[in-house]
């Protein structure tokens, strides 16, 4: 039957001239071909009973038997999700992702939306046509393999996927914010068999904090200032906890001397992160010191000598203080960290973990909590939360409580037989 007894059509399909048409199952499917084509394809039209709207999709042939095979699957397949209670008409899942990138395009700045638009551009080719009523947890879990098929490394990490999976939650509650989407598919579970984070403990940290000198004075004359400026980034980072985005951020109007109530002299810096804004006060007074010798060499860039944090004035308060010498803040120290760690003998931690820049942040809050610091009061100077420290760095607090956790009230020692046991004690921890 040709489309003379149909109803009129409405839509911006309508305006297109059918060469040809084809009714099934009385109106239901209903294939047509435009004259606008030479090689006319069958485009295909539905009405899902129960459902709003119709379903408009190209049947990809020239041939009718099989665009109405294409047809007639097609219109069992939305006729199910009809029934089942799903969208007719799910959004594809790229266009979505088009959108969220064009709107958080404008806040690139912010290093944390930087990288979810990244990760966004990444999804786009492996979502394809997929649309928001496929989204589950078989799916996320699809997309998972295929960004480790596609990674540089052998594979992702736990940490790193969990990463990937915050940042495509993030999409997804905009999704459903902005009407793409309705509800969060479950997301698989990661299994994680390696909590503890690679650090520093006091004789590795010891020996790379003795070498730093030998790194710098051993270097050629044109890397002299990097290495200079890679140690006082080093030691900022592990006596702040800031991270390594934080500090790449960091300009010289962030920070500010202090003085803490037992009049001790230190540094304050306010950071933004990817948990927003916040100050930071360093954990040494030597923080001061490493500042002052990376402006000594700023000052020296720009021709100045005032080398006294509090008269920067050759400096202006809103350039970096990790840069080159041309002022562009330097985007990494990967490679030279990683330099530095090898000719120190520490590459590696007690797990045999090959240690990073973010080694540092978890050597400051291991160092911290062995001093007994309180957590809450740490996780606010961290920007993280009282439940990340005890998730990551449980095995740290218990050590801190130890005086507490040995207390008994039902033996009793002797002094002398208190003594003859700390010696026995300290004599096997010696062999």
């Given at each position: 039957?040709?489309?003379?007894?149909l109803?009129?059509k409405t839509?911006?399909?309508?305006?297109?001239?059918v060469?040809?048409?084809?009714?099934?199952r009385d109106?239901?499917?209903y294939?047509?071909?435009r004259?606008?084509?030479?090689?006319?394809?069958?485009?295909?039209?539905l009405?899902?009973?129960?459902?709003?709207?119709?379903?408009?999709k190209?049947s990809?042939?020239?041939?009718?038997?099989?665009?109405?095979?294409?047809a007639?699957?097609?219109?069992?397949?939305?006729?199910?999700?009809v029934l089942?209670?799903?969208?007719?008409?799910?959004?594809?899942?790229?266009?979505?992702?088009?959108a969220?990138i064009?709107?958080?395009?404008?806040?690139q700045?912010r290093?944390?939306?930087?990288?979810?638009?990244?990760?966004?551009?990444?999804?786009i080719?492996?979502?394809?046509?997929?649309?928001?009523?496929?989204?589950?947890?078989?799916?996320?879990?699809?997309?998972?393999?295929?960004l480790d098929?596609?990674?540089?490394?052998k594979?992702?990490?736990?940490?790193?996927?969990k990463?990937?999976?915050?940042?495509l939650?993030?999409f997804?509650n905009?999704?459903?914010?902005?009407g793409?989407?309705?509800?969060?598919?479950?997301?698989p579970?990661?299994?994680?068999?390696q909590n503890?984070?690679?650090?520093?403990?006091?004789?590795?940290?010891?020996a790379?904090?003795?070498?730093?000198?030998?790194?710098?004075?051993?270097a050629?004359?044109?890397?002299?200032?990097?290495?200079?400026l890679?140690?006082n980034h080093?030691l900022?980072?592990?006596n702040t906890?800031?991270?390594?985005?934080?500090?790449?951020n960091?300009?010289?109007?962030?920070?500010?001397?202090?003085t803490t109530?037992?009049?001790?002299?230190?540094?304050?810096m306010?950071?933004?992160?990817?948990?927003g804004?916040?100050?930071?006060?360093?954990?040494?007074?030597?923080?001061k010191?490493?500042?002052?010798?990376?402006?000594?060499?700023?000052?020296?860039?720009l021709?100045?000598e005032?080398?006294?944090?509090r008269?920067?004035?050759?400096?202006?308060?809103d350039?970096?203080?990790?840069?080159g010498?041309?002022?562009i803040?330097?985007?990494?120290?990967?490679?030279?960290?990683?330099t530095?760690?090898?000719d120190?003998?520490?590459?590696?931690?007690?797990?045999?973990?090959?240690?990073?820049l973010?080694?540092?942040?978890?050597?400051?809050?291991?160092?911290?909590?062995?001093?007994?610091?309180?957590?809450?009061?740490l996780?606010?100077?961290?920007?993280?939360s009282?439940?990340?420290?005890?998730?990551?760095?449980?095995?740290?607090?218990?050590?801190?409580?130890a005086?507490?956790?040995?207390?008994?009230?039902?033996?009793?020692?002797?002094k002398?037989?208190n003594?003859r046991?700390?010696?026995?004690a300290?004599?096997w921890?010696?062999?």
């Amino acid at each position: 039957m040709d489309s003379a007894g149909l109803p009129p059509k409405t839509g911006h399909r309508a305006t297109a001239t059918v060469l040809e048409s084809k009714i099934f199952r009385d109106g239901a499917i209903y294939l047509y071909r435009r004259a606008e084509y030479k090689k006319p394809t069958w485009y295909i039209r539905l009405k899902i009973p129960g459902a709003k709207g119709y379903v408009w999709k190209s049947s990809g042939s020239t041939d009718e038997y099989v665009a109405y095979k294409v047809a007639e699957d097609l219109y069992n397949q939305s006729l199910v999700k009809v029934l089942s209670g799903a969208k007719l008409n799910s959004k594809r899942i790229s266009d979505a992702l088009n959108a969220y990138i064009s709107q958080h395009e404008r806040d690139q700045q912010r290093l944390s939306i930087h990288y979810k638009i990244l990760f966004a551009k990444r999804l786009i080719p492996i979502f394809k046509s997929r649309t928001f009523d496929e989204l589950d947890t078989a799916l996320v879990s699809e997309v998972l393999d295929k960004l480790d098929q596609n990674s540089k490394r052998k594979a992702l990490s736990p940490n790193t996927i969990k990463r990937l999976l915050a940042d495509l939650r993030h999409f997804l509650n905009w999704a459903i914010e902005q009407g793409y989407a309705d509800t969060l598919p479950k997301f698989p579970k990661i299994r994680d068999d390696q909590n503890r984070r690679p650090h520093f403990d006091n004789a590795d940290w010891s020996a790379l904090t003795r070498y730093m000198g030998t790194f710098v004075r051993k270097a050629h004359g044109s890397v002299r200032r990097d290495r200079m400026l890679l140690v006082n980034h080093v030691l900022i980072l592990a006596n702040t906890g800031i991270r390594v985005g934080e500090a790449r951020n960091l300009k010289w109007r962030d920070i500010r001397p202090i003085t803490t109530p037992d009049e001790t002299e230190t540094v304050a810096m306010v950071v933004k992160g990817k948990t927003g804004m916040r100050e930071v006060v360093a954990r040494t007074s030597d923080v001061k010191k490493w500042f002052n010798s990376i402006l000594t060499e700023r000052k020296t860039d720009l021709g100045e000598e005032d080398s006294d944090l509090r008269n920067a004035k050759a400096v202006p308060p809103d350039t970096f203080i990790f840069c080159g010498r041309d002022g562009i803040p330097i985007g990494s120290f990967k490679k030279s960290f990683a330099t530095l760690l090898k000719d120190a003998g520490v590459e590696f931690d007690t797990f045999g973990n090959k240690r990073t820049l973010y080694s540092l942040r978890h050597t400051y809050a291991t160092f911290r909590l062995h001093e007994g610091v309180n957590q809450y009061a740490l996780a606010r100077n961290m920007g993280t939360s009282v439940a990340m420290l005890e998730q990551f760095y449980g095995h740290t607090s218990n050590i801190t409580s130890a005086d507490e956790l040995m207390k008994t009230s039902t033996r009793k020692v002797s002094k002398s037989s208190n003594q003859r046991e700390t010696k026995d004690a300290l004599g096997w921890l010696s062999t």
